[in-house]
Nanobody
């Protein structure tokens, strides 16, 4: 059982940066791979970034590759999303999610994740 709480969202101008944090409760945090997803108003939820249990493997959507960096600190039970060079199209509600090691598909699929945070809003003005 993992509970996730995101923080760090806010309003920034295009070109700015934000760092999102996802604090997890539970003694088995390191057993879960983690992902970041986002959902803009009127649009479907989309994959943003992935990090493996140890942090040794990461993956990104093409839309954020080179601008966003996912990381984790298992000692602090926290996963981060550093977002640089933000664009108005990055405006969305951002969610972190935990993935059990019962992999049946791509880590880009929301259905692969078992636990979700409440999300944090990121708004990027032009």
């Amino acid at each position: 059982q993992v509970q996730l709480v995101e923080s760090g969202g806010g309003l920034v101008q295009a070109g700015g940066s934000l760092r999102l944090s996802c604090a997890a409760s539970g003694r088995t945090f390191s057993n879960y791979a983690m992902g970041w997803f986002r959902q803009a108003p009127g649009k479907e939820r989309e994959f943003v970034a992935y990090i493996s249990q140890s942090g040794g493997t990461t993956g990104y959507s093409d839309s954020v590759k080179g601008r966003f960096t996912i990381s984790r600190d298992n000692a602090k039970n926290t996963v981060y999303l550093q977002m640089n060079s933000l664009k108005p199209d990055d405006t969305a509600h951002y969610y972190c999610a935990a993935r059990r090691p019962y992999y049946s598909g791509s880590y880009t699929y929301g259905s692969e994740y078992n636990y979700w945070g409440q999300g944090t809003q990121v708004t990027v003005s032009s």
